[in-house]
């Protein structure tokens, strides 16, 4: 089975940066996602990864290394909007429309 | 961007009552899935579908619920009878059927806060 872990909180300031961590541990792997939850709201697609490295979406970027389970999101130039829960999952092996196993998610605050 | 719908917003019942939760995925999305998440915690898997057929359901997709969508309409997750420990936010999802980075996409609603009491 799958299982994703992500630590509960993260605090940062506004301009600087943050970094939310994900570890997983699964029987096959077939790419990791990030999505943000505001409160009450639906989760947004930010960032899919399935290959090793860093891939840079500006404001938001995605390290993944597969042999260590380990992933990250970053956010850069951090603004006080960018406050909401950081979900990380990762979706079975097999056909599309496998199911994603979500960790616990991250609440980042961003003070001024 | 793409938007799926959920209806209704709220729903609060009684115990041992049957509740219809609608959900309407984007138009030429054919992946379905339903998620639970009580307050603060994980999103958790329940269900997703295809073609008409469940493909996979977790532990906690109990006997009493069901799920279907009838000729192309709404998406639906009925519990029958529901229980207390029903109460949580149904997230209803769906995504696009191929491969690569568009089909890790899923779309989500922005839930149905049932409460059963």
């Known amino acids: 089975g799958q299982g994703v872990e992500q630590p509960a909180k993260l605090m940062s300031v506004e301009g600087t940066f943050a970094r939310v961590n994900c570890t997983y541990s699964?029987?096959?792997?077939?790419?990791l996602s990030w999505y943000q939850q505001r409160e009450g709201q639906a989760p947004v697609f930010l960032s899919y990864v399935v290959l090793d490295g860093l891939k840079d979406s500006g404001h938001f970027s995605t390290f993944l290394s597969r042999s260590n389970g380990y992933s990250y999101l970053l956010l850069t130039e951090l603004q006080i909007k960018d406050s909401a829960s950081y979900l990380c999952?990762?979706?079975?092996?097999?056909?599309?429309?496998?199911?994603?196993?979500f960790g616990g998610g991250t609440r980042l605050t961003v003070r001024p | 961007g793409p938007k799926v719908l959920q209806i209704p917003s709220h729903q609060i019942i009684d115990m041992g009552q049957m509740v219809t939760l609608n959900c309407d995925p984007v138009s030429n999305h054919l992946y379905f899935y339903w998620y639970k998440q009580i307050l603060g915690q994980q999103m958790e898997f329940l269900v997703n579908f295809y073609n008409g057929k469940v493909m996979e359901k977790s532990k906690l997709f109990k006997d009493q619920f069901s799920v279907e969508r009838p000729d192309g309409s709404y998406f639906t997750l009925k519990i029958q009878p529901t229980a207390l420990e029903d109460s949580a936010v149904y997230f209803c999802a769906s995504s696009y059927p191929d491969w690569g980075a568009s089909a890790e996409t899923l779309y989500f609603g922005s839930g149905t806060r049932l409460t059963v009491l």
């Open positions: 699964t029987s096959g792997f077939n790419g």
């Open positions: 999952a990762v979706r079975d092996p097999g056909n599309a429309g496998a199911k994603l196993t």
